[in-house]
């Protein structure tokens, strides 16, 4: 592995169902973000964590959830989807709050 | 909350320049970012500005004026690849990135 791996690249899931969205990375950094990505909006923050055993919410929140075991492994979780959770799904990770974030290649999801 | 403003599409040939602004909003201010990302593909980062000022990296530049809440990406010599969304983003009082809804630029032979 190098970099940031997402899993899977893409979904279809019926509403109601529970998800979870995969993100590793192998840069030991150890901050790492979830994002969505819709058109017009921009990249918006649904939870981020600056270290391992932290978590913490961004803009939009509502219907996910993450843990952060490990430095490697940040999983987004949507409990029951709904429709207006379509969108594309980027992981990023950075070594610390003040640098670059990498981003993962995306997990696109479409929830019918 | 944040606002940050750039233009929807530009369109430029290739082998001139373009130049893409930005207009942030926000609650504390900790460095702006622009990055890159083709369609389909993930974003990756081009600049970094937390001082006023132009920093230049090859054909890429980017400026920032702290007090008017401004900043452009200038693109030169433009090619082909060049072509793709060009993202705005600004590192708050909080230490975490909002982005603004992204440029396309298509440059055109």
């Known amino acids: 592995i190098a970099g940031i791996t997402q899993a899977p690249t893409s979904q279809i899931l019926a509403a109601g169902r529970r998800m979870t969205l995969r993100c590793t990375q192998d840069?030991?950094?150890?901050?790492m973000y979830w994002y969505r990505q819709d058109l017009g909006l921009g990249l918006r923050l649904i939870h981020y964590?600056?270290?391992?055993?932290?978590?913490g919410k961004g803009e939009v929140p509502d219907g996910y959830s993450v843990s952060r075991a490990n430095t490697d492994d940040f999983p987004l979780t949507l409990a029951s989807a709904v429709p207006s959770q379509t969108s594309v799904y980027f992981c990023?990770?950075?070594?610390?709050?003040?640098?670059?974030?990498?981003f993962g290649p995306g997990t696109r999801l479409t929830v019918l | 909350g944040q606002n940050i403003d750039q233009p929807t599409e530009m369109t430029a040939t290739e082998g001139a320049i373009v130049q893409i602004n930005c207009t942030y909003q926000?609650?504390?201010?900790?460095?702006l970012f622009w990055y890159q990302q083709h369609a389909g593909e993930a974003p990756t980062f081009l600049s970094y500005?937390?001082?006023?000022g132009l920093e230049e990296k090859g054909r890429f530049s980017s400026f920032l004026s702290r007090s008017k809440g401004y900043s452009y990406l200038l693109l030169k010599e433009l090619q082909m690849k060049d072509s793709a969304s060009y993202l705005c983003?600004?590192?708050?009082?909080?230490?975490?990135?909002?982005f603004g809804a992204g440029t396309t630029v298509t440059v055109r032979a």
């Open positions: 990023a990770s950075s070594d610390g709050e003040v640098d670059e974030q990498f």
């Open positions: 840069m030991r950094h150890n901050a």
């Open positions: 964590s600056n270290t391992a055993g932290t978590t």
């Open positions: 926000t609650s504390g201010f900790n460095g």
């Open positions: 500005n937390v001082l006023d």
């Open positions: 983003a600004v590192r708050g009082g909080d230490y975490k990135l909002s």
